[in-house]
């Protein structure tokens, strides 16, 4: 179990082209369930998900998003936003919560044998507040990412490749 669970994180890639497979209702909400079991500062989980599927949906947030086109294939999309009045904190902590849950989407994703792609919104405002008026965001909810979804065209996507770099490592000091 455990080299497999390392294996599916050394074979996570950005999957941009999608087959028309469509993602069933049951993975969706297993990539939910483990989006929601990230880590977040506190406890306190201050993330809110849309899922959207519609075609015609996905093709406007494609248009949106400069790096978005490959939603106008994907099956579907996951759209992480944050809702910060329900942290506590001073500092924004819920972007590393809202990181972590959308590291999990990816993760989840990947082990049901599904492409996905983060697409960075948050903290770039001409991505946000377009985004947020198509999906009918609210005014004080920030959108964070979307990640598509698709089941890739060939599993030869999902290669393993050596990123490890031994200079990047430091022990006990820089």
């Given at each position: 179990?455990?080299?497999?669970?390392?294996?599916?994180?050394?074979?996570?890639?950005?999957?941009?082209?999608?087959?028309?497979?469509?993602?069933?209702?049951?993975?969706i909400?297993k990539?939910?369930?483990?989006?929601?079991?990230?880590?977040?500062?506190?406890?306190?989980?201050?993330?809110h998900?849309?899922?959207v599927?519609?075609?015609s949906?996905?093709?406007?947030?494609s248009?949106?998003?400069p790096?978005g086109?490959?939603?106008?294939?994907?099956?579907?999309?996951?759209?992480?936003?944050?809702?910060?009045?329900l942290?506590?904190?001073k500092l924004?902590?819920?972007?590393?919560d809202?990181?972590?849950?959308?590291?999990?989407?990816?993760l989840a994703?990947r082990?049901l044998?599904?492409?996905?792609?983060?697409i960075?919104?948050?903290?770039?405002?001409?991505?946000?507040n377009?985004?947020?008026?198509a999906l009918?965001v609210?005014e004080?909810?920030?959108?964070?990412?979307?990640?598509?979804?698709?089941?890739?065209?060939?599993?030869?996507?999902?290669f393993?490749?050596?990123?490890f770099?031994?200079?990047?490592?430091?022990?006990?000091k820089?």
């Open positions: 179990m455990g080299e497999e669970f390392l294996r599916l994180i050394r074979t996570r890639r950005s999957i941009r082209r999608y087959s028309e497979r469509e993602i069933g209702e049951e993975e909400k990539i939910l369930e483990c989006a929601m079991q990230a880590p977040s500062a506190g406890n306190e989980q201050p993330w998900f849309i899922v599927r519609d075609k949906k996905l093709k406007e947030l248009e949106i998003h790096y086109k490959m939603l106008s294939e994907a099956s579907a999309a996951i759209v992480v936003c944050c809702d910060p009045s942290s506590k904190y924004p902590m819920w972007i590393q809202c990181s972590a849950a959308t590291q999990n989407i990816l994703a082990a044998g599904i492409g996905s792609c983060w960075g919104v948050y903290p770039n405002e001409s991505r946000m377009p985004i947020a008026k009918g609210p004080h909810v920030v959108v964070f990412s979307i990640v598509s979804l698709g089941y890739p065209r060939s599993e030869d996507e999902f393993e490749a050596d990123r770099k031994k200079e990047r490592v430091h022990h006990e820089w």
